[in-house]
């Protein structure tokens, strides 16, 4: 299976200003998910009020990872994904996304 390059989820946006973006039809599923995780993060940071360097002080992250996953320049690995949720005490993983975009083409996914 040949490789592709990786791009960052918010290269994919067609319209509107990250992470309430449309995306390219030709955007992947991680940057589906990646926008996914910006949304909750962005919402959870507002929630509690917390700076990204608080939440990255709290999850023993590193604050710039915690502003590039919102900005849709990075995608989080399981571990910072973990960390970021315990230090939340909330889910950033999108529970049962992976059923919606089972369900439609690869084109259908960039309206999600």
């Keep these: 299976m040949p490789s592709r390059e990786i791009k960052p989820a918010a290269s994919y946006a067609l319209s509107g200003t990250w992470p309430d973006v449309e995306f390219a039809p030709d955007a992947p599923v991680e940057a589906v998910v990646a926008r996914a995780v910006a ?38 690995d399981m571990v910072t994904i973990t960390r970021l949720e315990v230090a939340l005490s909330l889910d950033l993983y999108p529970a049962g996304l992976w059923a919606q975009l089972a369900e439609q083409p690869s084109e259908g996914r960039a309206a999600e």
Excluded: C, F, I, M
């Design 39 to 76: 949304k909750r993060l962005r919402d959870a940071l507002a929630e509690k009020g917390w700076s990204a360097r608080e939440l990255a002080r709290r999850a023993d992250v590193g604050h710039a990872t915690v502003n590039r996953l919102v900005a849709g320049e990075k995608s989080a």
